[in-house]
């Protein structure tokens, strides 16, 4: 029962705020200045004992870049726990919470935040900043040359050697340009060279890639083509700027379903098919990159394009059929463990021939895992080693397209984040495709011989070197319990002649060796009825 009485004419009500005043004191105007303190602290706070002041984000948190989160007090529990039983409807929820678990599942899509998070639960002080460390495998760290006219750049004939390796390698897959249009524009440009055509950009575009793909030798001047092109940030902007411009000429709607809105900006001069798999290539581009960064992606009203047409030795549609499984993961939708395990299976139902396919449904399954381990649920055995065999597949697949020169976008994030995902299993199984993980990742990197990629790999190093530091605390504290007695051996008692002598039993403990493949299952040791007990 509270107490009420008066302190300096002011009315107490409550023990805890009587003390509270008895803890103040008066400055030199008389006035009494209370003594502030936090009703609540982050749990990072907790976690690193320090003073925290009580807001969301907490000033701590800010300056060292932590995640900063509050669990709801007891009180708030009981609170909403009473609220809920005396509606009969279920209460909407608020905002706050709504862009809570909308982070939440961004985070969750984002592989460059796992990292971060992963070394967060092993060393607060030593996990990684969030960063996209292998989100692509960086410039070949040569000199930028100044703009000039691509065809001082290259020459006619080294323009066609080039596209002839974009045709070849990436068109299959992402089947955005006409091939026809193509060469008919590469004619036009080097027929009269002085001419600057607004195409150039693409022509650069398509230059680079086929220099990127070209094998062992590169085009001298491939920097001055590529220009800066490095950046995730640009990447994202880029894809969301691509995704505007669609919208405005009207190219993500059916020309027979088109709205009056875009009929003065609607560009006629490319056919149906090709708006299809622009429209479509993009949607792809612009929804990966933005769940791979945890930011909003374009979605344009209306939307009534169709699927484009399957073409022979064309993989556009198998990578449409990969995105399409990926909606299910959109930030805003509040997915069940069924759903997800649901989309798993559909992406084992695809059959996919081409590397970088295999590597982009080895990244969706990761991103799956990472979404079910947010839900706190207890994800089965089955599901691990389903994610494991693609995490596999896509690690066979990168090395691959890495002897090939092929450096497709996840072939450094994949086996970067795989190995991320093997620590957060954290199972005997898992523990031991980390060994071959990383010898494959050491591969690539010799391969692709760039800053960006050294700085993955000392990364993944470092997360595997605080695990190890984790597991050995762990271990030795397990060891000092054996080691620890409790006013030296007991006696047997000579009324009980058949009791267990304890102490000599953790001491035979030190020589006790278990087979390898020995699992204690500690669920069904603890659940089991033992007579006399029960």
């Given at each position: ?326 909606e299910g993961l959109d930030p805003d939708r509040d997915n069940k463990a069924s759903a997800f395990e649901e989309a798993l299976t559909r992406v084992e139902g695809l059959t996919l021939s081409h590397d970088a396919l295999i590597l982009s449904q080895s990244n969706l399954v990761l991103t799956i895992y990472r979404r079910l381990r947010i839900l706190s649920v207890n994800i089965s055995n089955d599901v691990l080693a389903r994610v494991m065999r693609f995490g596999n597949q896509g690690l066979e697949a990168a090395t691959r397209l890495a002897e090939d020169r092929c450096p497709w976008w996840h072939v450094a994030n994949l086996p970067f984040q795989f190995i991320c995902i093997l620590l957060a299993i954290d199972t005997r199984e898992s523990l031991s495709h980390i060994g071959p993980a990383l010898c494959s990742f050491r591969a690539i990197t010799k391969h692709y011989n760039t800053p960006t990629i050294h700085t993955a790999l000392e990364t993944i190093e470092s997360l595997v070197c605080l695990f190890q530091t984790k597991k050995e605390r762990d271990s030795i504290i397990l060891r000092d319990s054996l ?52």
């Open positions: 029962m509270a107490t009420s009485t008066t302190y300096l004419g002011k009315e107490i009500t409550s023990r805890s705020m009587y003390y509270d005043v008895m803890s103040s004191h008066t400055d030199n105007s008389g006035r009494i200045r209370t003594r502030q303190r936090a009703k609540r602290a982050c749990e990072m706070c907790k976690l690193r004992k320090r003073k925290c002041d009580g807001h969301e984000p907490c000033t701590c948190c800010i300056r060292y870049e932590y995640q900063c989160s509050f669990k709801p007090s007891a009180r708030e529990k009981t609170t909403v726990s009473k609220s809920s039983a005396l509606s009969d409807e279920p209460e909407a929820p608020r905002p706050s919470d709504r862009a809570g678990a909308n982070q939440a599942h961004m985070e969750a899509n984002s592989g460059t935040a796992f990292p971060h998070l992963l070394g967060m639960k092993m060393n607060p002080q030593s996990a990684p900043k969030v960063h996209g460390f292998s989100w692509n495998l960086g410039p070949r760290d040569k000199p930028l040359e100044p703009s000039t006219n691509m065809t001082d750049l290259i020459s006619r004939e080294e323009m066609e050697a080039l596209t002839n390796h974009y045709l070849k390698k990436i068109h299959p897959v992402y089947g955005v340009v006409d091939s026809e249009d193509l060469w008919q524009r590469i004619e036009h440009r080097w027929h009269d060279p002085t001419v600057v055509a607004s195409y150039d950009p693409i022509l650069c575009g398509v230059a680079a890639l086929g220099s990127l793909y070209s094998g062992h030798k590169q085009h001298p001047k491939e920097s001055a083509l590529v220009q800066s092109t490095n950046c995730p940030h640009a990447s994202w902007m880029a894809s969301c700027s691509t995704m505007h411009i669609i919208e405005a000429i009207g190219a993500h709607q059916d020309p027979e379903l088109a709205s009056l809105v875009y009929s003065d900006t609607a560009d006629i001069s490319f056919n149906e098919e090709t708006r299809r798999r622009l429209f479509w290539v993009a949607t792809v581009l612009n929804s990966w990159i933005s769940y791979e960064y945890g930011r909003s992606r374009v979605t344009p009203r209306g939307v009534s394009c169709k699927l484009p047409l399957p073409r022979k030795d064309d993989f556009t549609t198998d990578l449409i059929k990969l995105y399409q499984i990926s080691q620890q007695r409790d006013g030296g051996p007991t006696e047997p008692s000579s009324t009980t002649p058949q009791a267990l002598d304890v102490a000599s039993w953790l001491g035979a403990t030190e020589n006790l060796s278990l087979p390898d493949e020995f699992d204690w299952d500690w669920n069904e040791f603890l659940e089991t009825q033992i007579p006399g007990f029960g």
